[in-house]
C-alpha cells in the first residue's frame, strides 16, 4: 500500500506541479505526518522533491523531472474502460473522441491486460439517464461549452419558469450534469449562481473575458451547492406502522416520500418506519393510498387529519350512492 501511495505522490506532483501537505493527505486520505514521511523517503530514494515555505508554498519536484510510470492494475484498467456516458458526451459533442481516446488507451496497454479492459466493458454498463430521462431542449449548450472554453462572458435570456424571463450578463465558470440534465454555473456581479440550461431561450457569447474567481473549484462548487439546496427543501417527519405485505412498495412515490429509518417486526410482523415528506398534506394522501395496511403513529395531528379525511371520502361516496338511487327511482 505504502509503494501505491509513493507512486501517486509522484503522479499528484507532476500534474499539479505543487500541492500543499494537507492537499496531499485529503486526496490520500492519510494524515499530513504520513506525506511528510512519504516525502522523506522519496527524497532518500533519489526522488527530487523539495518543500516552499509561505504562501503558495507546498511539496514540488524539480523542474523537468518525469517518470514513466507503468504497470496499471487490473482493477484500474477495468474502471477505465467501463461504458462511458455516451448520451452525456454527445450533448458535449465529444461521444466520438472519447470513442478514439479509448481505443488508442485500448491500443497502448499491454496485450495481456486487454481482456481486463473488454471483461469490464461487457459486464456493466452504465446509463445515467433514468427511467424519465426528461425531452429538454439544449439548444444553446454548444455555445455555453464554448464560452465556458475560453472563458468569455455571456448574455443570456433564462425562463424563471411562471415569472417572466430574465436578462442576464454571466461569467460562464462551468458545466454540471445533474443525472441527464446539464445546469450552467456561473458568477453574476460576484454572486454564484446556477441556470439550467434549457431554460435559457437566448444566448450570446461577448468578446469580455469572464472573471473566474480565484481557486474556484467546481466539484466543491456544486457539492456544496446541492447541499445547501437540500437542506431548504420542506421537511415533515411522520412515523408509521406498515404492514410487510406493502413495506417493499413504500418506496415507489420518489420524491414524494422517504424512508429514513426502520425498526424490526414486531409480534405481529409489523414495522414502524419513521418518512420524511414535503408537507403533511402529501403525508396524509400517501397514508390513505395504503389503506388499512399502514398506521399513522405521530405526530398525532397527521392521525387525526387521516382519519378525517378517510371519513369525508366514505360520506362523499354515500352521498353519490344515495343520489344515483333516487335518479334510478325517479326513472321507475
Given at each position: 500500500m505504502r509503494a501505491d501511495r509513493l507512486i501517486s505522490i509522484l503522479l499528484l506532483l507532476q500534474v499539479h506541479r505543487r500541492m500543499t501537505a494537507r492537499d496531499l493527505a485529503r486526496r490520500?486520505?492519510?494524515?499530513?505526518?504520513?506525506?511528510?514521511?512519504?516525502?522523506?523517503?522519496?527524497?532518500?530514494?533519489?526522488?527530487?522533491?523539495?518543500?516552499?515555505?509561505?504562501?503558495?508554498?507546498?511539496?514540488?519536484?524539480?523542474?523537468?523531472?518525469?517518470?514513466?510510470?507503468?504497470?496499471?492494475?487490473?482493477?484500474?484498467i477495468q474502471a477505465l474502460f467501463l461504458t462511458q456516458p455516451h448520451q452525456l458526451l454527445a450533448d458535449l459533442g465529444l461521444e466520438k473522441a472519447s470513442d478514439a481516446a479509448l481505443m488508442k488507451l485500448f491500443a497502448a496497454i499491454p496485450s495481456t491486460n486487454r481482456g481486463d479492459a473488454e471483461y469490464a466493458?461487457?459486464?456493466?454498463?452504465?446509463?445515467?439517464?433514468?427511467?424519465h430521462r426528461p425531452d429538454e431542449a439544449i439548444t444553446f449548450l454548444p455555445l455555453i461549452q464554448q464560452a465556458v472554453w475560453q472563458e468569455r462572458r455571456l448574455e443570456i435570456t433564462y425562463d424563471r419558469g411562471e415569472c417572466d424571463a430574465v436578462e442576464r450578463v454571466v461569467d460562464p465558470l462551468g458545466l454540471v450534469a445533474k443525472g441527464s440534465v446539464w445546469y450552467l454555473v456561473s458568477s453574476v456581479e460576484g454572486e454564484m449562481r446556477s441556470y439550467r440550461v434549457s431554460r435559457i431561450r437566448n444566448a450570446r457569447m461577448t468578446d469580455e473575458i469572464c472573471a473566474r474567481p480565484e481557486g474556484f473549484d467546481l466539484a466543491r462548487f456544486w457539492d456544496q451547492s446541492t447541499a445547501r439546496f437540500k437542506a431548504s427543501l420542506p421537511r415533515y417527519a411522520a412515523t408509521v406502522r406498515v404492514s410487510p405485505e406493502i413495506f417493499p412498495r413504500l418506496g415507489f412515490a420518489g420524491r414524494f416520500a422517504r424512508i429514513e429509518k426502520t425498526s424490526e417486526p414486531d409480534e405481529e410482523g409489523w414495522l414502524t418506519v419513521d418518512m420524511r415528506f414535503d408537507v403533511e398534506e402529501i403525508a396524509c394522501e400517501y397514508v390513505l393510498g395504503f389503506g388499512p395496511q399502514i398506521e399513522v403513529i405521530e405526530p398525532e395531528s397527521l392521525r387525526e387529519k387521516v382519519v378525517e379525511m378517510a371519513r369525508s371520502v366514505i360520506e362523499f361516496y354515500e352521498q353519490r350512492s344515495d343520489s344515483k338511487k333516487k335518479r334510478a327511482s325517479h326513472r321507475l
Open positions: 490520500l486520505e492519510v494524515s499530513e505526518r504520513t506525506v511528510h514521511r512519504d516525502m522523506e523517503s522519496l527524497s532518500m530514494a533519489g526522488i527530487p522533491v523539495y518543500a516552499e515555505r509561505g504562501v503558495g508554498g507546498g511539496w514540488a519536484l524539480v523542474d523537468e523531472y518525469r517518470t514513466n510510470l507503468t504497470g496499471l492494475k487490473r482493477e484500474e466493458r461487457q459486464r456493466i454498463h452504465i446509463d445515467v439517464t433514468g427511467w
